[in-house]
Every structure is written in C-alpha cells, then in structure tokens.
C-alpha cells in the first residue's frame, strides 16, 4: 500500500487512542491484568464494520454522514431531532472531552518536564495553551493533507512510545494471548469492559470517517484503497491500546501501586523499570493528547457543518468557528485545572444516547438507494445489527450508571 493512500482512518485512530483511552486502558491492566484485552478485540473489529459502511458512503455519495441524515430525513420534527441529538451529543459532548484531551497532553509534557520547568502543584499551567496554539496551527493551515500527515506522525509516534514501553516491561505472552482469545468478565470488570468498548467505538468518528473519505476519494474504484487504509491503521490503534494495557497489567497488576489518574502513569514506571520507561510513557501520552485535541474538534465542525447544510470547506468561516469554540473551551478549562463534572456528565450521557442513535441512522442510510449497488448486503446487515445491539446495551448500561440508577 502506497503511503499516498493512507489517512482517513488514521484520523479514526488518532482520535480514539486519547488520554481517555491511555487511563481506561491502563486502569483495566491496572486491576484485572491481561483478562480484559478481549474486549479490545472486540472494539477493533466493531469499529472496522463500522468505520468501512462510512468510508463507502463518503466516496459512493460525496457526502459526509451529517449530509446524509439531513438529506434522508424530510420529515420537519425527525430532521430537526436529528439536528438538536448531533449538536448536543457531539458538539458539546466533544467540548467536553477537548479538555481531557489537552489535559492528557499537558500531562505528558509535565512528565518530560516538570523536574526541569520547576512547575508546582499550585501553579498556573501554561501547557494547555502551548497544546491548543498547537492544534490551533495544524488546523488554522485549512489543508487538510498537512493535518493528515501530522497526525499520521503523531499515529507512528505513539506507536514507538507505547509498543517500546511494552516491549520494557516484558509481559506475560501467554496470558496476553489468552486473555485476547477468551471472553471472561471477573468480578467488578463490567463498567472497564463498557469503558474500554466506549472509548473505542466514538460515534463523532462515524462523521469524521465519511468526510475526511469524500475528501480524499471521489471514484468507486477508490473504495480499494479506502479499506486497505481501514484495515491497517484501525488494527494498529487496537495494538497501540492493547500494548497500553498489557504495560499496565505487567508493571501494576497485582502490587502494591495505585493507578488513579494518567497522572500517575509515567511517575509509577520509574522506579519498574528506569526513566527511559517513564519518558516513552509520557511521549505516548503526549502524542495521543495532541492527535485528539486536534481531531476532536475537527470531527464537531464536521458533524455540525453538514447537518445544518453548512460548507465543510476548511477555509470556511463557519467551519473555523466551530473547531475554534470546541478548541478554545478545551483550553480554557484544561488551564484552569476544572474538572468539568456534570459537563461530562451530560457528555457520557449524550453520548450514551448517540451511538446507537448513530448506527442506526448509518444502517438505514446504508440500505437506501442512494448507494445503488453499493448498499449493505445480507453480511454487513447482520455485523452491523449485532455492533447495534451491543451499543444499545452499552448505552442502557452507561445510562443508568449516569443516572445512578446502578
């Protein structure tokens, strides 16, 4: 596979190998050792089903998966539900996560840094503003090939930061592969079995996907090419996120360390394993920070641009306001060290009520006659019907857990 034809899925696994996933992950290794890769498993190959439904709907119909709600749905009251559940769910729901994003990033920094910066505790922190104006540039460029190969870049960097530090920490390959074979869910591992599967498969990647593709490739002879790109980056993230694990599960599982927050992470390998663990730690952290930050809020503008009918030219003014609110909130509230509960609150919850809401929306789509010949057959109905049913009992699990009610 030529290197040309590789990018639009990346932007998929850049956005979900974020700090949410690093924590997840590693708090799953953390407490349950190797059990839980399965479920990992599992996500890589749910996203895959889904991810190529929107890669073949962008370069059948030229449109991203926003265009095709709003052109599907002529109904007044479905047409304006469907607007207010988009703008909702993904665009607040991603401002929300844009903190976490910058703030996993600012982490990773401070883990390379700290000692030699002389940050405090109670000081104000400054990475967060370096982290957006960095985000800022790569999106402001409004190319959308520079944006692709920087996070392709910062795709290959984590790579090498979170596949050396499992490397380091010599795991358990039997236990692994048992673990990645065989479904066991131990006691207490049902919400990190939710978590890990949720922070995998990211509704706001289904718009993302289907634009960035309509942009890249235009002839159904593409479509090639299109799968080719998804079966290659999306299993690597599903490594970068199994090799998080495995780490966690090697270095933490079983001892006497707490794992609460990223924060933790790179500081708890030191002593394991020496600085050079502790560094790759936090330039995966880094790197997986600074790629969300930047897809988040790409894939709001997206989302939103195209089910309000708005231009998804990145030149656009309309565009830009939308990633610069979604980037600028990140900023703030990461800076200003606000941990923005009941934001992400509604976040879970939107998002909980998104996904299957999504799939739906994708599978119906992708029965219509505006893909001709290209619409889902006997298979892809079926693969797609069980990754719904599996996020409708997701969603209903993440609902109640919101609402307390478990």
């Not at 895959?48 to 109904?75: D, K």
């Not at 049902?190 to 990211?202: D, F, H, M, Q, R």
């Not at 565009?319 to 976040?347: E, H, N, Q, T």
Request: aromatic fraction near 10%.
């Amino acid at each position: 596979m030529k290197f040309n034809q590789i990018g639009p899925a990346v932007l998929v696994t850049a956005a979900f190998i974020g700090p949410g996933t690093v924590i997840t992950a590693s708090l799953a290794g953390t407490n349950f050792g190797y059990a839980l890769i399965w479920a990992l498993v599992f996500s890589v190959v749910a996203t895959i089903i889904l991810q190529e439904m929107t890669a073949r709907l962008g370069i059948i119909t030229g449109q991203g998966l926003g265009e095709s709600i709003r052109a599907t749905f002529t109904n007044p009251a479905l047409k304006a539900g469907s607007i207010l559940l988009v703008v909702s769910a993904v665009v607040i729901g991603n401002a929300a996560y844009q903190s976490g994003n910058i703030s996993g990033a600012s982490l990773g920094l401070n883990g390379m840094f700290n000692s030699i910066s002389g940050v405090s505790d109670d000081s104000f922190n400054y990475w967060p503003i370096v982290i957006g104006f960095i985000a800022f540039i790569l999106l402001w460029t409004g190319s959308y090939k520079i944006i692709e190969k920087a996070l392709i870049g910062l795709v290959l960097l984590m790579s090498l930061s979170f596949l050396t530090t499992f490397i380091m920490t010599n795991p358990d390959l039997s236990e692994l592969f048992q673990g990645a074979l065989i479904p066991s869910i131990p006691d207490g591992a049902t919400l990190s079995v939710i978590a890990l599967i949720g922070t995998t498969v990211v509704p706001y990647n289904l718009f993302l996907h289907s634009a960035s593709v309509a942009k890249k490739w235009r002839s159904p002879a593409d479509l090639a090419h299109a799968r080719k790109d998804l079966y290659l980056s999306i299993p690597v993230g599903g490594l970068i996120s199994i090799a998080i694990l495995s780490t966690a599960a090697s270095a933490f599982f079983g001892k006497q360390i707490s794992i609460q927050s990223a924060a933790d992470l790179a500081p708890a390998l030191e002593p394991l394993f020496g600085s050079a663990a502790k560094y790759f730690m936090a330039i995966g952290l880094f790197a997986a920070g600074i790629s969300s930050a930047v897809t988040a809020p790409l894939a709001s503008a997206y989302a939103l641009s195209g089910i309000l009918g708005l231009s998804n030219d990145l030149h656009k003014l309309p565009f830009k306001l939308i990633w610069i609110s979604i980037l600028v909130i990140g900023v703030v509230v990461s800076s200003l060290g606000y941990k923005p509960v009941s934001i992400i609150w509604f976040a879970q919850v939107a998002n909980g009520i998104l996904l299957p809401v999504v799939c739906i929306f994708l599978l119906w789509i992708m029965n219509s006659k505006i893909l001709g010949s290209y619409k889902n057959g006997l298979t892809q109905n079926i693969l797609g019907a069980l990754v719904l049913t599996t996020s409708i009992t997701l969603s209903a699990r993440s609902l109640m857990l919101a609402f307390g009610l478990i």
